[in-house]
């Protein structure tokens, strides 16, 4: 099988490339690193069956050959990424899912879109549920994400309808591990970071909000399975182990063996979800699925891939 990644230099996207290869599929990733990265790819780029297209995929693009499965995962995904590229964002979400939709068309290829968890916005249902519609502001910092993710949506589900391509969504729930960036300016990131040079860990808001936190490798397995089924409607795939920032801080304190760090406070951002919890009973029912790494295990081995990158 011939399978297409774009965003296949990012965090999520690499751990995609280096599963399907592992499969024995021929891979063709497709990224701009405008926050992927080529180190992303160290570990499979000699792989003879790895290709690396250089592509902006906002922009058509011509693939030669026969093409089985296409994997839309390039955009901006952490809340500091995409306030610095909020037209990229767009653009990928909107442009991007049209340009590899028209692939997957031509080619005949199964094809599954990441979506996420933010088209909830800030949830007034909980735990979020596939059936739940959302609560986004539109114009408000995060909504250049939240809509083309929705845009996505859309598109992904008239190209079903309309051309009755093979097409799956998720909907990805906070989800870390090795490979994310240091300075992506998410959550665990920035906390592990703060702690691993003993600085004060960062609370936005009063650190009552909550998160759920997937490590990488389950995730992976979910979109693995549910690419080869005939569902075609959203799922949510995340870890429901639901944490309160203040909580996941303390955590992650304890795990650097840092006595020193403490932590805070600093504003809210705009919009930034109260509550976040995914249901996960339609990916267990369809896929047989569920997380089976803890947040004990996969904050440990992130840490370690952590204090490796800053030399400790
Ligand atoms: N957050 C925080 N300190 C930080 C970074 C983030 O308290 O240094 C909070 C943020 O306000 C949000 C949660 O942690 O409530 C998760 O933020 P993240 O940027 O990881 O992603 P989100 O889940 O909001 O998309």
Redesign the pocket.
Known sequence: MRTLITGGGGFIGSHLCERFLAEGHDVICVDNFITGSLANLDPFRDNSRFTFIGHDISNPLKIKGPIDNILHFASP????DYLNYPIQTLKVGSLGTHVTLGIAKEKGARYLMAS???VYGDPLVHPQQEDYWGNVNPIGT?GCYDEAKRFSEAIVMAYHRYHNVNTHIIRI??TYGERMRLD????????MG?ALRGEP?????D?K?T?SFCYVSDLVEGIFRLLFTDFHEPVNLGNPAEIT?LE??EEIRKLSGSSSSAVVF?P??QD???L?QPDITRARKLLGWEPKVGRDEGLKRTMDYFKKKLGK
């Open positions: 995904a952490s809340p500091v996420t968890s933010e995060r729930f906070n992506d300016g998410r959550v665990l990131p920035n906390f703060q860990l960062t609370i936005y808001g650190g909000q998160r920032i996941f801080a600093k809210l951002p930034d979800p109260k976040r």
